[in-house]
């Protein structure tokens, strides 16, 4: 069962939270003088409309025309109750998945790309860059900046752009000039590719590549998938649409669920619905967060000021960490390994407005493959993290008789991810 | 833009042509006895409802309850106005699109998956089995088999079970079990098999150990996804609420484009226009069947008797053909490499309700590639095709200055095809 909106009722403003925070965000400060970071700075890679997002205190912003209409390619995206997988479960519990697989690129990720594109566009930009590991993100940023005649350049560690074509072709696909990271295109670069033409790379020497391009040419900005203020703003379509789907359906969640890596689709999901925990009006909602044991950031990381990428290069923000040196082991859900999370996110959860849990690697697919079984979609590991949380209160409803209601968002699907289910299924994925 | 219906507006019939062809359309012969083959025959490999939809005369079948709450998982599908393309052409014409790319093995063929394991479940079946090349088929049997919690064996083209595994892991994930074929579990198997426990396999063989197993085990019937009357019948849901969605948009087509490997998709987005050609409510209209020039079975192929294997062991069918034992040279569009096509289809294209186009591969890719830099999505080798003509009818429109309006089907989604367009972007694409 499916419960659909009309094109017109695709949110036409984000929603931002800082207004309701029980404490302000304290800033991003410079990793030189320790002091608080001059938009300058910000200026430098991203464009102005964007720093302005960055720093909003407005509860509204308004989508832009163009941004719509590139929504309405695959937007709104359909509210699923999950009536198969509930009687597969013999639960009382009502179970629903907002469905952001239904884009293009396979997730929620094209919110923001789009968006990013967009304000790059208006703002005189011709080129933006980025990184990509496993290339969920580039693969969404090159998709969004095709509708807006942007080039796109995308980083892409070395040992994804080896052994994982796909995504790559998928980028090119749409236009995107691909670069195995390290490269001999950048000073960042130069040094690991000299030394070693086929150096595998690594997410944090793609970064710092991307970004010094972005410094080094004047038309040419740099984008970023996760974490940052603006990019969880853009996210809150997700919510913003689940919340009219749900009032459709004549129901309110009792928890609202989501999967962790930087944190955007998670709180694309739920900061909509966490405003009326906010304000009081539903003082027991209860908005779980969900990682991997492998890279547990919420439920054992500290809460302190650390820099936002591996190698130090960025400005210091407060979150929750595992040390920016931090390797988790290679799990299969790749959009989860970061070291930190968004500091939105991470306010929220010290606050105590957010809980969090952390599974290992077999649970989450155990989980994916029953929702493969019952509802029919293949989940992105990253999302079964939710799927499994789901389950587990479905089964606690169960076990106590209670008729509570479960929202989680099935940010992505698994079709490039099905190498880890063939481990899965061969019982041959460790289980960290 | 997109056209959305609700749940309630999945169509609840199926509509079946036959009332309304210019003439009966020619039984299948026993290629012993070249007499018509008896419904018994037939028995051995299909139950009773399949084989009564298979010579039903009448108009319209209902879609049982436990199918049309499967079809609810993704259905109806959007119907989208592909404005973006229509810029990018600078056309007069409208081009439309019916997106059966979204269901969850992402292509039309579940329409008749989710009908024929219903069918064979409320008769007693336990085990359904088919074949497959790349597993486009095989994947959405297996998708839709376990909602009946029907065994699903899917006899796998050994070469594409070795060299393309990312079908195959969805098969697995959907609970279905995979054998390379030649297998040595039949007796059509096992004669290649022993030759070379390494045989490539072929298709007709395949085949032959699919139909082999239906007919020696009592609980085991075989599944067909092209071709017959029934299948045709249950993809008639794509052109039912692409009628509604047109209608909702307040345009009728004056040309409607598929794409034609066996016929499915084709026929399911056009027998519900095609009725009102045919009952001479809408006389100009053009419906369009596209395939490759290199698998020219409309535009070269003889309207004869023919196996509908390759090794002739199924009975003999009237239909355009380029001969049983033609073998297609190796294009990317798997799916149209069919040496037939449906009787239906050909019946109809032999008395003039349809016309036929085939184009040369980089044709297809580069409007394959148009489409993915203007509305997002990476359509199928097999889908691109009809952009490809629906792309050609835009341009002509364009040079007469005609607003018409093109209707097309895009069948299914080509991220399983990204090794194509791989070659297709590097230049390495032959052109046949």
Known sequence: MKILLSEEEIPKSWFNITPYLPKPLEPPLDPQTK?????????????????????????????????LRVYSLWRPTPLHRAKNLEE?????????????????????????????????????????????GAGQWGSSLAFATQFFNLECEVYMVRVSYNQKPFRRILMETWGAKVIPSPSPYTRAGRKFYEENPEHPGSLGIAISEAIEKALTSSDTKYSLGSVLNHVLLHQTVIGLEAKKQM????????????????????????????????????????????????????????????????????????????????????????????????PLLCLLYHEGYISASAYKQRAVF??????????????????????????????????????????????GHGYFDLSAYDMYLKGELPDT
Chains 1, 2 share one sequence.
Not at 38 to 52: R, Y
Not at 388 to 400: P, Q, V, Y
């Open 366 to 411: 155990e989980a994916a493959i029953t929702f493969a079984r019952t509802e029919g979609i293949v989940p992105a590991p990253e999302s079964a993290h939710a799927i499994r949380k789901a389950i587990d209160i479905a089964l606690e409803c169960k076990e106590r008789g209670e008729e509570k209601v479960i929202l989680f968002n099935l940010s």
């Open 35 to 67: 002091e608080p970071v001059s938009p300058d700075k910000l200026l430098a890679i991203f464009p102005e409309p964007i720093v302005e997002q960055e720093v909003s205190e407005k509860e509204w912003i308004e989508v832009p025309e163009d941004v």
């Open 247 to 342: 009032e459709k359906a004549g129901y309110y969640p009792d928890y609202v669920v989501g999967a962790v890596g930087g944190g955007s689709n998670f709180a694309g999901l739920a900061f909509p619905f966490l405003k009326d925990k906010l304000t009081g009006e539903k003082p027991h909602l209860e908005v779980i967060a969900v990682e991997p044991e492998a890279c547990p950031t919420l439920t054992k990381g500290e809460y302190r000021y650390d820099y936002g990428d591996t190698v130090g290069l960025t400005p210091l923000i407060k979150m929750h960490t595992l040390g920016h040196e931090f390797v988790p082991p290679p799990i299969h859900a790749g959009g989860l390994r970061y070291h930190g999370d968004a």
């Open 88 to 132: 597969y479960l013999q639960t009382p519990a009502k179970i629903f998945y907002k469905n952001e697989s239904v884009s293009p690129p396979g997730s929620h990720k094209p919110n923001t790309a789009v968006a990013q594109a967009y304000y790059n566009k208006v703002s005189g930009v011709k080129r933006l860059t980025t990184e990509t």
